[in-house]
């Protein structure tokens, strides 16, 4: 019986035993390190690792299989004044333990230093307050192979596995809130039908909630504070439940199959930026007992504080080697053998700051992505933003593999759709990919590059977003100061729940333009999982700690919001059949044929006329726009000219209705509705011809297509 790990793999960082039973740590200053195994009842057993090369430690335990519990001591000098943290009695975690099994018991016994003379180590043994790391066995065999979509085929959705089946009357009471829940048939179905090609899932490494949540009875209901970047967060595990400790390593590459016979893709959020130590007053659980100064950015004219640009406590030091093999092999195992096709990275300026601070795109981390030849093939998605620096939004910056969620659609979008004045131009930019962000020459961007979004699990849900002007947190116990003011919501004219048809009616209508704008813009398109069906969370922008009803699935508004699913399923099914709205590569708005003005795109008045310079500084809230399937320029995958149906979205987002003049007959003959977002389930019979007059309903989406 052995563990997944091979001989020297895990010799760069912390600890892992081997099939032969070698074991490793690192500690660069640390004087000697002490492997410690736990038995079934507690009992310990300590085995100092009696070598060292560089900054490794090993040494070789025979008869170590599956299931073990084990963790490390490192003794060394205790100094903050210098960055060093080492404290025998402290039990840590292996960095790169692929399961987890116990909860951290937070209070004195947890601390590295005596909290009356923090400049003291604790003498206190922390063992019995805090998790083991258990040895796994290996897999067996390589993971299923994803989909492999291209990003221009991509249609994500972003789901929390515990909250998106806890509830789901389909699946068995015994999986609900788990990987093999969400590996369950009726969940999957759900996401097969929805359109979507893959699931973003909220993080699933193994995590701890803050102290001061657990004090008020709630818990990091997210996941963002992660503290084993290997192992499967054990707490949404079925195998956990049924009291088999380290069956979640197994469950989740199932979950991981299960999505991919489907056809859908897995990409997890990944929180590489910090670490669940916190700051300098924090719990000593894992790496800065092993080597403080390799794993966080310290403050070089006092190493007793860090530097925090993620605004928990810490940032992870990607600028150490040590420290940013570790990331990379973890990266490398979730794809190689647990079969993920991607990442989010939360909080990634972090990532890229060295020394001096700066946010750097050409900083060792990026230069070890781009050049790995496994993480480089995935899927690569930057949260292009951190805290407290005035570079800290970063959106636009990353390296050419990289996609970002791009904030600036969200805020456009948001804003156009509550009738704000001046947006036409930054709209239309937003619709097309974002070129103006996007497409720099020197390194070959495309529209993919921006993952667009209206609602994620971080503010508004879409329900909420056209129901709140304000944000109601007052369950997260901090007497609604956190979260978000700059909400960019309109609540249609009733601060929340109404009984009003008419505000209910408008509220529907403005969901359904927001989910049109997004689903048939340039770009990856991200949906917030529950908007489909008017999920909402009462005006919590910032329910990171409501592991409840409230953050968890509604089930039930599947069949009271079946026209709005019916609507969504609707639109990404035009997506899906119309390469017209996945385009490989930004517009240029050039003729394509000698002597005719049709261009691959072209924006229209609601007289039928093509924009002006001066249209374009109007002020206005509503246009056409036209997308020739005749000039697509991206051949398909046999190298064949791609071309497709021509379509005319036409955009109201005026608070009344307006008349719209179909252009002349070198656009179209004839237009065919396919999609008005007036209509409760999107369904239309229009058709129209060339120079006809028809009337857009207040804040809503016509989408045309050519038939003659």
């Not at 299923?144 to 990003?151: A, V």
């Not at 809130?177 to 490494?205: K, Q």
Request: overall charge negative; glycine content about 10%; proline content about 7%.
């Amino acid at each position: 019986m052995t563990t997944p790990v091979l001989p020297g793999r895990a010799a760069p960082l912390g600890a892992t035993p081997d099939p032969d039973g070698t074991n490793f740590a690192v500690s660069s200053n640390g004087d000697a390190v002490t492997l410690c195994l736990f038995d079934a009842d507690g009992g310990e057993t300590r085995i100092a690792l009696p070598e060292r090369d560089g900054d490794i430690h090993h040494g070789y335990v025979p008869g170590v299989g599956p299931g073990q519990a084990y963790g490390f001591r490192v003794n060394g000098p205790f100094d903050r004044s210098r960055g060093l943290c080492y404290n025998p009695a402290k039990l840590l975690l292996d960095p790169y333990a692929r399961a987890i099994h116990g909860d951290v018991r937070f209070g004195p016994e947890v601390l590295g230093y005596i909290v009356e003379n923090p400049s003291a180590p604790s003498a206190v043994d922390s063992a019995p307050f805090v998790p083991r790391s258990l040895v796994t066995a290996a897999t067996g065999r390589p993971a299923r192979p994803g989909p492999g979509y291209e990003l221009a085929d991509t249609v994500l959705y972003e789901l929390h596995v515990r909250g998106f089946t806890r509830n789901h009357p389909g699946v068995p009471e015994a999986l609900r809130g788990t990987y093999a829940g969400l590996a369950h048939e009726a969940a999957i179905a759900h996401l097969v039908d929805l359109g979507v090609t893959g699931v973003e899932l909220l993080p699933v490494h193994h995590n701890v909630p803050e102290s001061f949540l657990l004090e008020r009875g709630l818990t990091n209901y997210w996941g963002y504070n992660t503290i084993g970047f290997f192992a499967p967060h054990a707490a949404y595990s079925a195998e956990m439940r049924a009291g088999r400790p380290g069956g979640q390593v197994a469950e989740f590459r199932a979950m991981v199959d299960a999505l991919h016979a489907a056809g859908l893709e897995v990409i997890l959020d990944v929180v590489f930026n910090h670490t669940a130590e916190g700051g300098p007053g924090g719990p000593t659980l894992c790496f800065r007992g092993l080597d403080n100064a390799a794993y966080y950015r310290l403050d070089p004219a006092d190493p007793s504080r860090y530097l925090d640009t993620t605004g928990t406590g810490n940032s992870v030091n990607t600028a150490d080697a040590t420290t940013l093999r570790m990331v990379m092999d973890s990266l490398r195992y979730w794809v190689t053998e647990m079969g993920v096709d991607g990442y989010r990275f939360d909080l990634a300026p972090t990532l890229g700051r060295e020394a001096d601070d700066r946010f750097d795109p050409f900083s060792a981390f990026f230069d070890v992505v781009g050049q790995d030849p496994v993480v480089s093939q995935v899927k690569l998605i930057a949260e292009p933003w951190d805290v407290g620096r005035y570079d800290s939004y970063g959106v636009g910056r990353f390296p050419p593999l990289w996609s970002e969620w791009n904030g600036r659609y969200r805020d456009t979008t948001r804003d156009w759709w509550r009738s704000h004045s001046g947006l036409l131009p930054d709209f239309a930019s937003r619709l097309c990919g974002s070129a103006d962000i996007y497409d720099r020459p020197e390194d070959g961007r495309r529209p993919s590059a921006s993952v667009n979004f209206v609602t994620v699990h971080d503010g508004f849900t879409l329900a909420d977003l056209v129901s709140y002007n304000d944000k109601h947190n007052e369950a997260n116990g901090e007497d609604n100061r956190d979260g978000t003011d700059d909400n960019r919501s309109w609540n249609c004219g009733v601060e929340g729940p109404t009984d009003d048809a008419e505000v209910r009616a408008l509220r529907a209508r403005q969901q359904r333009a927001f989910l049109a704008t997004l689903l048939l813009s340039a770009g990856v398109p991200l949906l917030l999982g529950g908007d489909e069906i008017g999920r909402t969370q009462l005006g919590n922008n910032n329910a990171y700690c409501q592991d409840s009803p409230l953050s968890w699935m509604d089930w039930s508004r599947c069949e009271s919001h079946t026209e709005l699913l019916t609507f969504v399923r609707t639109v990404t099914d035009l997506r899906r059949r119309h390469p017209a709205f996945r385009r490989r590569r930004f517009f240029n708005g050039t003729p394509i044929r000698t002597g005719e003005q049709v261009r691959d795109i072209a924006w229209l008045t609601s007289a039928g006329h093509e924009m002006t310079p001066e249209d374009w500084n109007s002020g206005f809230k509503s246009v056409g726009v036209f997308l020739n399937g005749e000039a697509i320029p991206s051949p398909n995958d046999r190298g064949e000219r791609v071309v497709d149906d021509s379509f005319l979205l036409c955009f109201n987002a005026h608070g009344r209705p307006i008349d719209f003049v179909t252009p002349d007959p070198g656009y179209a003959l004839e237009w065919t509705g396919e999609i008005d977002t007036a209509s409760a389930t999107g369904a239309t019979d229009l058709v129209v011809k060339s120079g006809d007059t028809l009337t857009l309903e207040a804040r809503s989406v016509l989408v045309l297509r050519k038939t003659a």
